[in-house]
């Protein structure tokens, strides 16, 4: 009985000694952003992914001991060579006791989406000089085309923590959404990849100007990819002219040849070209049924769509010629 005693007395000292000496790290910061819904014992598993050179069993049972496990919340969390295996867990507990938020909207390019980042307030520029390659290298994600890769949404985080954190959690969250979004194809969708779903998702975000004709728009665009039609759609060729547009295109535009110009070329732009909101999403997988091959803007947002040049060229010359 003494020894086993004494064996408790020196496990639990061990373990208080343990709870405030601060936890070895890989790097002088480590950061994570846990989502809603993240169990304890996979919070501790991530933090040591993330840096924190310490047994992921020993986090976990810390977190359960403690009676505190199920108040961790989620949100993006930094901590430095002092912190202590009770200070993170009373991060953990509390939240962020300072929190920020950055906005990222439907129909935004990349570029728009780090003029936010940028401006974005005590977040650090971890990733300002580094170019759309190193970016996805960075995100673990080497190779994959940057635009349209980030969720639109708005992002709570830590103020110190790095863009680079924010921009993860936005680039997860659009890999989850999209392979969600996969999972519900329509069965005759003219696509073949979630990729290609992601690509026509950001044209449907940019052409559609009334949010219940999204599924209409994108039937369009799927009519057209199954016939070998091209799209004919000006946000990419817009995309595609960046930032020497003036904001008027011109015929001139139309007809000059390059990988986004879906007037010259059929089939999918290389990339998408903006940030696709769900509903964007859903309406590529699960295209409205439609005859219709063409659509016009009336002004108010809403389109005109027709089954054939003949009546689409007259919806032209009434909403967009003003002829009668």
Do not use: C
Not at 38 to 44: K, Q, Y
Request: overall charge positive; cysteine-free.
């Amino acid at each position: 009985m003494v020894v086993l005693l004494l064996a408790l007395t020196v496990a639990g000292a061990a373990a208080l000694w343990w709870l405030d000496r601060p936890l070895p790290l890989a790097a002088p910061h480590a950061e994570l952003s846990i989502e809603p819904g993240a169990s304890p014992r996979e919070v501790a598993q991530a933090w040591v992914d993330a840096g924190v050179q310490t047994s992921p069993r020993l986090l976990y049972e810390w977190f359960r001991w403690s009676g505190q496990a199920r108040r961790i919340r989620a949100g993006s969390y930094e901590i430095d060579t002092r912190t202590t295996p009770r200070r993170l867990l009373d991060k953990l507990v509390q939240g962020d006791e300072a929190r920020e938020r950055v906005r990222f909207i439907e129909g935004w390019t990349l570029r728009q989406l780090r003029a936010a980042l940028a401006a974005a307030p005590q977040l650090r520029p971890v990733s300002a000089g580094m170019s759309e390659a190193e970016l996805m290298s960075a995100l673990g994600a080497p190779g994959q085309a940057a635009e349209g890769r980030f969720f639109p949404d708005t992002y709570i985080y830590s103020r110190g923590v790095s863009d680079l954190t924010v921009l993860r959690r936005a680039h997860g969250a659009m890999q989850r959404r999209l392979a969600d979004a996969w999972a519900q194809r329509a069965a005759d969708l003219p696509l073949q990849t979630p990729d290609q779903a992601l690509i026509l998702a950001s044209v449907v975000e940019k052409e559609t100007g009334a949010a219940a004709e999204r599924g209409r728009v994108a039937g369009v665009f799927a009519n057209r990819l199954r016939i070998g039609m091209p799209l004919q759609t000006d946000p990419t060729v817009i995309y595609g002219l960046g930032a020497t547009f003036d904001g008027n295109l011109r015929k001139r535009d139309l007809l000059a040849d390059g990988p986004f110009n879906t007037y010259t070329r059929t089939g999918l732009p290389p990339t998408p070209i903006a940030l696709p909101g769900m509903a964007s999403l859903l309406a590529a997988v699960r295209p409205e049924p439609t005859r219709a091959l063409y659509f016009v803007a009336r002004g108010d947002g809403s389109s005109v769509f027709s089954e054939n040049l003949a009546d689409h060229n007259r919806a032209v010359n009434q909403y967009q010629r003003a002829q009668r």
